[in-house]
């Protein structure tokens, strides 16, 4: 097995014995926690060589697993402690800069007891059979589920443990469990004052059943959940020792820089790599099926010789492929009827005694996920193993390419998951993972593959191109009386997860739509698949959600304006029946001050959602001036139940609003010949620093189940965006990025 990770503290290779993972011995572990899964004690795993306490040790590349030693407490696969009084986490979801390696462990330190600053990180290792998230079928992160999903099992995992520890002191003092109670990483009898360290119990509460059923916290109770945590990953973050994908070093590791082929479907005819070899660095060149690999001594030797290819490609099928063709096909099909998601009352009556229709086609682009760090991967694949150095959403997706890609075994496959500089959705897909397995088996040492900010704009999985056709017939009031929406486009979940699918829908192209907020009494919302030929699909930081919340929210502004009715009361008049959704339009709409006078060229908008178990409201206030938009303010509520961190709730809404500013003004990609025309952040604009809006964020206080809260920001703020255009210029936009219609008008 390949080891040898930097050091977060030196820089060098790790490679010393001490942190060394032998994999015969994890292949032991691994079975002995098959096995005692069905009993009372549940083995947890944990990380090498980290220092008791010191988190800034802790959040680093995920170097594989060890064998807990003895002396080591693990009543379940998310807590171990030692004897020292070590407490070490075991985090089922992937910190890609949404704050889970805080969350989480503040949920688990809550119910254990112990102060969140005295607990170690450690990622978990690809298992599904103990980290599949049920709400999204497998071990992985997105679809903002990661506190849904931990709220009871990882407060349970450290209640659990605590009452363990309890039974532990309460049987070696020999008094009543019921007596004693757990406080700052120790058990207390209350009668006799007496105390106990965790780590005194660790032995004796080993051989102790786990107990069963254990009580949960009342909320009134919580002396961590709710509070302002600060990041415990951010010191490493701030000071470089924390470790993402392209940090990873090997003794002997080569690096590779990658030419795919620029045609969607396009393979490799042929390269003359005479120039290539002559520069200095470069090793050699490795061929694969849609690409070709230039192995360097170092990165720039390696990028050089790439860009010294001579490469003649077989362009296929996809070469016709343009934006042209896309959206006519698109334009065709929305043209027949769809599979139904939603039918109530009946629609065709209703447009019939209707007194006014109002009809709408809304248009969605490509878009890419240009994450911070850019696309790469480590790995080593010898005759009779593979490791895998990577930032990854899916490692158990990653080690199952790695067996599909080498042919070995699952088992002697070994991720080493990294925290991601930037996810959205982008590493949900294991393409990158594989094109570098398959450079790997042609090398016989470790080799890095880093796609340029280039390849990765050009070779991205893009969030799929929508569109729209929607109508609404209104009564004499203006209000909606009949509602059909039909959605058009790709459908990632048939490749993604093809159960999820059924009757021809996939549930997440028609999320919001299908399940609105409002009071709409006739309604059919129906969807069409139509995949854009060769152009790979992905999801985006949400895709339901986002591209229907846009659709559905700048529609019922034209609906507001049609009957003349203010947006915002147009709004309440339709949200009696969710109570939730109008408390935060209620909350957003009065902290924005909505209904005062703006200057001339400026607008303000306005949107509700209710998606990823959250309810938003948001107001963005807007200046357009000679067809450039600034947007100037944004007022965000948000109602997401109980919270666990306010920090990380904030950060995340400033995240996302930011993430949506961009795609509602910028990004597009657009297609010709079957190849992406953009390349770099020079024609795929991205929101700079000093055009980013006050955001202002008020958390509605709840005592509701948490949701989600990565994507809903990006959702909920397109629509407001487009709506405050509407209301500074009189132009409907309905097709996003707005900004090239307003300059092109």
Request: aromatic letters at 6%.
């Amino acid at each position: 097995m390949s080891q040898g990770l930097l050091d977060a503290q030196n820089g060098k290779p790790r490679d010393d014995d001490a942190t060394r993972v032998n994999r015969r011995a994890f292949l032991k572990f691994s079975a002995s926690v098959a096995a005692m899964a069905g009993g009372g004690l549940m083995l947890g795993f944990s990380m090498p060589a980290q220092s008791q306490g010191d988190v800034r040790k802790s959040v680093i590349g995920g170097d594989g697993v060890e064998t807990p030693q003895s002396g080591v407490l693990a009543s379940n696969a998310f807590v171990q402690i030692d004897t020292a009084g070590k407490v070490t986490l075991i985090i089922p979801k992937v910190e890609m800069g949404q704050g889970v390696y805080t969350s989480i462990p503040m949920l688990i330190a809550e119910e254990l007891e112990v102060p969140l600053d005295s607990v170690t990180i450690a990622h978990a290792p690809p298992d599904e059979t103990l980290f599949t998230d049920p709400l999204l079928g497998g071990q992985l992160t997105g679809g903002s589920t990661s506190i849904r999903y931990a709220w009871e099992p990882m407060r349970r995992a450290g209640a659990t443990t605590r009452v363990l520890l309890i039974n532990a002191a309460a049987q070696q003092w020999q008094v009543d469990p019921a007596s004693c109670h757990a406080a700052n990483g120790q058990v207390i009898h209350a009668d006799t004052k007496r105390s106990i360290a965790y780590g005194q119990l660790v032995d004796a509460a080993a051989k102790l059943p786990a107990p069963e059923n254990v009580p949960l916290k009342n909320p009134k109770d919580f002396k961590l959940i709710g509070t302002q945590a600060k990041r415990l990953d951010s010191p490493e973050k701030v000071d470089g020792s924390a470790l993402f994908g392209l940090d990873g070093r090997l003794p002997n590791m080569v690096y590779a820089a990658i030419v795919n082929c620029p045609v969607f479907g396009g393979t490799l005819a042929s390269v003359d790599d005479t120039a290539a070899k002559k520069i200095p660095g470069v090793r050699q060149i490795v061929k694969i099926d849609n690409g070709v690999a230039v192995i360097g001594d170092h990165t720039w030797a390696a990028k050089r010789g790439a860009a010294a290819l001579k490469i003649t490609w077989n362009e296929g099928a996809g070469s016709a492929v343009s934006m042209k063709t896309i959206v006519g096909d698109m334009e065709k099909a929305s043209q027949g009827n769809g599979a139904v998601a939603r039918k109530d009352g009946d629609v065709t009556n209703a447009f019939a005694q209707a007194k006014t229709r109002v009809d709408a086609v809304y248009q969605q682009p490509f878009l890419a996920h240009a994450t911070m760090e850019p696309i790469n991967c480590t790995v080593h694949v010898t005759p009779d193993s593979c490791d895998i150095w990577v930032g990854t959403q899916v490692p158990t997706r990653a080690r199952d390419a790695g067996a599909k890609i080498t042919g070995l075994s699952p088992d002697k496959i070994v991720v080493h998951n990294f925290l991601l500089g930037g996810g959205f959705g982008r590493r949900l897909e294991v393409d990158a993972i594989t094109q570098a397995l398959k450079v790997g088996k042609q090398l016989n040492v470790p080799v890095k593959v880093t796609w340029t900010r280039e390849e990765d704009i050009q070779h991205d999985m893009y969030r799929p191109f929508y569109y729209d056709r929607i109508s609404a017939g209104l009564d004499a009031n203006g209000k909606p009386v009949a509602w059909q929406h039909r959605i058009v486009g790709s459908s990632i979940l048939s490749r993604f997860a093809p159960p999820a699918v059924k009757n021809g829908v996939d549930p997440d192209a028609v999320e919001v739509a299908a399940d609105l907020p409002y009071d709409l009494p006739n309604q059919l919302v129906d969807y069409v698949r139509q995949e854009p030929h060769a152009v790979p699909t992905a999801f985006w930081r949400g895709v339901g959600p986002t591209r229907g919340t846009f659709v559905v929210e700048s529609f019922i502004d034209e609906l507001a304006a049609q009957a003349k009715i203010d947006p915002v009361k147009y709004r309440r008049d339709l949200l009696g029946k969710s109570p939730r959704a109008l408390n935060v339009l209620n909350v957003a709409t009065q902290a924005a001050d909505w209904g005062r006078t703006v200057p001339k060229g400026q607008g303000r908008g306005v949107s509700v959602m209710h998606a990823f178990g959250s309810f938003f409201s948001m107001v963005a206030d807007v200046t357009v001036d000679q067809g450039e938009v600034t947007v100037n303010r944004v007022v965000c509520a948000v109602d997401c139940g109980m919270v666990v961190n306010p920090n990380t709730v904030e950060a995340q809404i400033q995240g996302g609003i930011i993430f949506a500013i961009t795609a509602a003004l910028y990004s597009e990609i657009t297609i010709d010949r079957g190849r992406v025309q953009q390349n770099n952040f020079t024609d795929y604009r991205i929101l700079r620093i000093n055009e980013t809006p006050t955001i202002d964020v008020h958390i509605v206080k709840s005592s509701e189940a948490p949701g989600g809260i990565g994507e809903p920001g990006t959702a909920a703020a397109q629509p407001a965006i487009a709506n405050a255009i509407y209301a500074a210029t009189g132009k409907r936009l309905r097709h996003l990025p707005v900004g090239n219609q307003l300059i092109n008008a």
